[in-house]
């Protein structure tokens, strides 16, 4: 991709920079890759970082792989209740509140604020020597604006200059594809220049709907390599059906040892998302 450059991790994760959008994969891999951890990374820029998701594995890849401490992160986006995806929240909250003494920001909606506590961390967090705790108690919620409904939703939020618009995708869903009876998930235009979908379905329509709007130069995509979990994750032989122009500008994530067999440059894509690497843009 043009003007992207990649460099490579060196003693600790800096979380500031001289303002360049960077990207940092802490992990590029599925829900249970060991080898590859899960994918959750951080955008740095300027003064300020994001880390989006926040897995099982991703405490201890941040400590024991990157050597930066759990307690050095600020600012927190969930696309989905997986744990691959929210496993290390728990953690974050606990280091908040006892380590580092502060709270932690998370950029989350109501609807999704209400099921991550009440389906997911309400069992680790809800009591304390202080009482009955709340999500609020644990995180300073950063609630994105609504900016569209249909085709679906699209929430927008700023943090120091970097923009997140926030979209409703499609991960696991209903037989009848009903959103409303579907899993929530989301996921996220970063300053109009690289689409992440978050696990999702193959949905050419989002990929279409953002290259319309937006100057979209990257987009990073769910790959599900082997095709097991196709309906669920995008399979590498459905994404391989999408035109040239969306290929070449695709790197794929969220796959496991079975990646290793195949060249994704070969079929037209940009390639896999490599782990441990600053991505700068
Ligand atoms: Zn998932």
Known sequence: MKGMVISEFKDTLQLTNDGRLSLFFIGTGSAFSKKYFQTNFLIVKGNEHILVDCGTLCAYALEKVYNTPVTSIQNIFVTHPHADHIGS??????????????????????KFKKILWKQSVKGGLHYSEAGHM?????FNQIKPELIAKKPFEIYETNIGSINLKIF????ITTKAHNLR???ISYGVLIDNRILFTGDSQFRPEYLEYFQNRYPVELIIHDCDVSGYAEGVHASYRQLETLDAATKAKMLLVHYNSSAEKKTPENDGF????QPGTWYLF
């Open 181 to 183: 009876r579907s899993q």
């Open 270 to 273: 940009m390639g896999f998302v």
């Open 134 to 138: 709340k999500l609020d108690d644990y």
């Open 168 to 171: 409703r995708s499609r991960h």
């Open 89 to 110: 929240l728990e953690e974050f909250a606990l280091t908040g509140r006892y380590v580092a003494k502060r709270k932690l920001n998370l950029i989350i909606n109501d």
